[in-house]
């Protein structure tokens, strides 16, 4: 079993979150290098059955965080070889929060997250440029936006999400959390500087 290691990138890995009458700031985090965050397919390939494994992780800790606190977020965690005061928080979180319903996939937010994706992976950037007119395009009133830099792998880009190292906000965990939103469209792809990005699309009404 390869070792995981602690590294800490000296830009940001992952974007602020943005919803609707919220945004969330921009922090330097640290995040883990996961053997399986290394590349799981070529370029070539498919990414839905990844990306719909998003959404099934997604779900699974919505609707069954104690669960997905056992299972999933633990032994990630205790892979990883590093606790901080994030993966704690997020630890009692999972143990104490009531389920929420399951988010559903959305093809106009699957759409909308490409269009980012593809964008910000060619170019090399992070960022939600554009957000307003992929909010116009999305047809939600409740709307949100997570952006992962660096994995393809599902869990992975789940619990780099959900952990929000050093975003004080939490916005990222919020929107994944959130029972007000209620559709979900994801997008991983190729990025010219991280190798991979994803992007998650949230909508609610």
């Avoid at 069954?64 to 997020?90: C, M, Q, V």
Wanted: with cysteine; hydrophobic share 35%.
């Amino acid at each position: 079993m390869m070792k995981h290691t602690f590294v800490y990138l000296s830009l940001f890995l992952l974007c602020a979150s943005f919803a609707t009458m919220q945004t969330h700031t921009q922090e330097e985090q640290p995040v883990w290098a996961h053997a399986s965050g290394v590349a799981n397919f070529s370029p070539q390939e498919d990414h839905t059955t990844e990306e719909q494994r998003v959404i099934e992780l997604c779900n699974i800790a919505r609707t069954e965080p104690k669960r997905f606190a056992k299972e999933y977020a633990g032994p990630w965690i205790d892979s990883a070889g590093k606790k901080t005061s994030y993966t704690n928080s997020l630890m009692r979180t999972l143990q104490s929060m009531k389920a929420v319903e399951a988010l559903q996939f959305n093809e106009k937010l699957k759409e909308t997250a490409a269009g980012h994706a593809r964008k910000s992976g060619n170019a090399g950037t992070t960022g939600h440029s554009g957000k307003k007119q992929r909010f116009k395009q999305s047809g939600f009133s409740y709307w949100g936006e997570n952006c992962s830099y660096g994995y393809n792998n599902a869990l992975d880009i789940v619990m780099q999400l959900l952990i929000d190292q050093n975003i004080k906000s939490l916005g990222h965990r919020k929107n994944i959390l959130d029972p007000k939103f209620t559709h979900i469209g994801v997008s991983i792809h190729k990025h010219k500087k991280y190798t991979w990005n994803c992007v998650q699309n949230f909508g609610g009404k």
